[in-house]
């Protein structure tokens, strides 16, 4: 199949939520694809869902404007720095440090890190009003533009815009600028992913109300207290010594993690103690209907017990006779906590000493389903009271890397541990896209040469400009010692980086932790060419539209990077430079990247004996850069690709890309 792409302008976050009303109720939409309201009403209501009339809701100047940058397009290519990750140390390395406005780095990840994410860690401007938050915004929209995209009258449009110019720092310029940014952020969070936000006093409110329509109200977990300031900052009558981090899940499918406890504990379970903890989820908003993968029967059998627990299976069989459901105890329907995946891989039938999942016989005569609980864990608390959740402590960090603190109020490496801790397993993905001083990767890498885990990180942090005025120290440093021409937060983000590593394998030197990966690749966003031309039919007329002879190389590399992440191939993955007699190509995942010009029948004839007889090599989608191709040169490839008979029975589509 041959098609037409207009890709690099119009890369945004996917939503998946028309997909899933289609594939779950098909008879809601006409042959033309809409969807018919009245029918999914009525559809709704057999299920017993109460359409009223009356709803609480969250409204701000802003808002519709906000949704609208939630799913805009990107104007931001992305460009890797080539030289720091083919140094030693980072060339092989899976964590990721973004320099750019992470609304863009946001948009440009949700294809590669779709669902990919389990615990994103954030540290966003708290608009104390000393902190230097403004809503700032270089997306320039008509008054009629905006009426038409965000579909609102013309005064509401005229107030939106006059707000996104004013440099406002009120409640909802916050808001407005949270809202796409925690959008997206939802949709790369894997199904049992969990999100943490550090906030104060100021905002809150709005923030938790904010969570509760992103993420949904029955995915808040917690509000968590740290202490972070004992002696109290006295800002007003009342001295605060906490902050807060709200915590949400992405869906019901979120297990928090227990901590571990004392020594003594930990000796307990060595020699096989454990305690039970009872499977069923005690949310009462949840049963079969709005939660029907977490409702199902295990299946007992009696014959098999010890200390009073017996065996369960997922399968009715033989000894295993005796059905158990998530009823509560008034007979009410409810759900187990885990799916039923995740009981399958903890369920080892007829042995006791490594089964996570047993059941006990009620007084009542009834049943409940236990998990085994480790005695050498206990549950996370809600309020943080250790002597490692304070801020100084971050700044003591920070001044033992750096020998000056160059960054204010950075957070302290115990209370991100913590969270990691709690929100994530050995291999997953951590986020953080308000990086700051990088304390969430430090910590990271610091848990990770703790427990021997191989968690990941991903860093977002905008290049902001630090004025010599207000901190010449930190200019000072990052202009002098660092030299770097025009100093940015972005620039002691990325040493802190790279001095925290150095200082972790000076810490572990009598420690084996040469699998850690202790370094980072470096990407960056940059501007789309001003005059790069996707909207024009008349793609034959090529020289008209865009000069691509004044494109570079490295312009090149940058869409190509853009493009393949686009394509859901992670940032991380080194794509292959594939020889096409004298033409490269690049390859990876299935895909096949050409994207030099001077492209011939050569090359396409080797192009299609290699896949015909390298084995490693077998592309289903071939993809070209329009602008180096002539038209007859792109209509040869399409007629090739469809009409050859590779000797792999290979579909192959071709893609012609601008």
Known sequence: ???????????????????????????????????????????????????????????????????????????????????????????????????????????????????????????????????????A??????????????????????QILDFTESNSNSHSAWLTFMYPRL?????????????????????VTQLRMLMDEVFGEENFEANIIPIVNPGGRDYKQVAVTNEYILVYSKTEELEINELQKNEKFKLLDSQGGYNTRELRNRNPKFHNGNRPNLFYPFYVNPEQNKDGYCNVSLKKSEGYTIEIKPYNSVGKESVWRWGKDKSNTNIVLSDFDTTQVLAKQKKDGGWNIYEKNRRSTTKVKSVWTD????????????????????????????????????????????????????????????????????????????????????????????KNELKVETPTIFEITKERLIRASKKIQEENKDKDISNQDLGFKVFETMPIWEDYNFESEELEKQTSLFDESKLTKEDIKALLVTWKTYDGISLTQTLQKTDLNGYTAN????????????????????????????????????????YHFESKNLREISENIKSYANKKSIDIDFITRY
């Open 1 to 135: 199949m041959s098609k037409e792409q207009k890709t690099t302008g119009n890369i945004q976050p996917p939503n998946k939520d028309l997909e899933i009303l289609k594939k779950n109720f098909p008879n809601c939409f006409d042959k033309s694809g809409n969807l018919d309201f009245n029918k999914f009403k009525k559809q709704l209501s057999k299920n017993e869902i109460n359409f009223s009339k009356e709803s609480y809701g969250m409204d701000w100047l802003g808002k519709s404007y906000a949704r609208l940058l939630a799913t805009d397009e990107t104007t931001t290519l992305l460009k890797e720095d080539e030289i720091f990750n083919q140094k030693e140390e980072n060339k092989n390395s899976e964590n990721l440090l973004i320099k750019g406005d992470n609304l863009e780095v946001l948009k440009h990840l949700s294809n590669a890190y779709y669902e990919k994410i389990k615990m994103i860690y954030i540290d966003p401007p708290y608009n104390t009003g000393s902190d230097g938050f403004v809503y």
């Open 137 to 158: 915004d270089d997306r320039k929209f008509t008054v009629e533009e905006l009426q038409d995209l965000a579909g609102i009258s013309e005064e509401r449009a005229k």
């Open 183 to 203: 959008y997206i952020a939802k949709q790369l969070l894997k199904e049992d992913g969990v999100i943490f936000i550090s906030i104060d006093d100021n905002e």
């Open 387 to 478: 002597s490692g959740m304070r801020t100084e402590n971050g700044t003591r960090t920070l001044r033992s890397l750096f020998g000056d603190n160059y960054f204010n109020h950075p957070k302290p490496i115990d209370l991100i541990k913590r969270c990691c801790q709690i929100g994530s397993n050995e291999g997953e993905i951590i986020l953080d896209f308000f990086a700051g001083s990088g304390t969430t990767a430090d910590a990271v890498m610091q848990l990770n040469a703790e427990d021997t885990g191989n968690r990941k990180f991903i860093l977002a942090q905008l290049p902001e400009l630090i004025d010599q005025k207000i901190n010449k120290t930190s200019y000072d440093f990052v």
């Open 587 to 626: 390859y990876c995942n299935e895909k096949l990247y050409l994207m030099d010009n001077h492209f011939k029948t050569e090359n396409l004839k080797a192009l299609l004996e290699k896949i015909d007889s390298d084995k490693g090599f077998n592309p289903t989608t071939i993809i070209a850069f329009g």
